[in-house]
């Protein structure tokens, strides 16, 4: 019964999206909230503000309360250890795990640590892979010849999880381009 509700979900969708300007729509969907934060600290650390989005959409969906089963906070999903590192390094103020729920703070620390992920590996998918996996767990996989360093193998990596989030981050990172540029 679920998957006929979400069958006939998606197919009005679809119609309304062809009978109405599709890209409202789904513009709906790929939101740009915190626009004024992601802007700032994307163009602060060189990083296309459209991918942030895609990463924010794809771990909390714009939600600023968000949890994840692991403990990761915010906007961005940072785990606690992780934001505290990323701050020190950078000299950004950062009293406890709270921190992580107020927008500008996730959103500044999460970019800085995706720009760093970036510049170490190189590419969007590989910095991608290790913001999810670890980047201890992704420098193995390229030492060890089971992804490429430059990205262009990603249907390779061996967890299925961070195989469907780069391969989903990518794609909507694609749909926003689309509509926003």
Do not use: M
């Given at each position: 019964m679920r998957k006929l509700i979400l069958i006939l979900f998606i197919i009005i969708i679809t119609l309304l999206a062809i009978l109405l300007n599709y890209e409202n729509i789904l513009k709906i969907f790929y939101r740009q909230d915190y626009s004024e934060y992601v802007e700032k600290y994307s163009k602060e650390n060189k990083v296309d503000p459209l991918l942030i989005y895609s990463i924010i959409k794809a771990e909390s969906n714009f939600d600023n309360e968000a949890v994840s089963s692991k403990g990761a906070m915010g906007l961005m999903q940072l785990m606690d250890e992780t934001a505290k590192e990323v701050a020190t390094n950078e000299l950004i103020e950062y009293e406890s795990d709270k921190t992580l729920y107020n927008p500008e703070e996730n959103i500044k620390i999460g970019v800085k640590y995706y720009a760093d992920l970036k510049n170490i590996f190189g590419n969007d998918a590989i910095a991608i892979a290790a913001y999810n996996a670890g980047m201890g767990?992704?420098?193995?996989?390229?030492?060890?010849?089971?992804?490429?360093?430059?990205?262009?193998?990603?249907?390779?990596?061996?967890?299925?999880?961070?195989?469907m989030y780069v391969r989903k981050i990518m794609r909507d990172y694609e749909i926003y381009q689309k509509l926003y540029l």
């Open positions: 767990t992704v420098s193995s996989w390229i030492q060890e010849g089971i992804i490429k360093a430059d990205g262009s193998d990603i249907e390779n990596i061996p967890y299925k999880e961070t195989n």
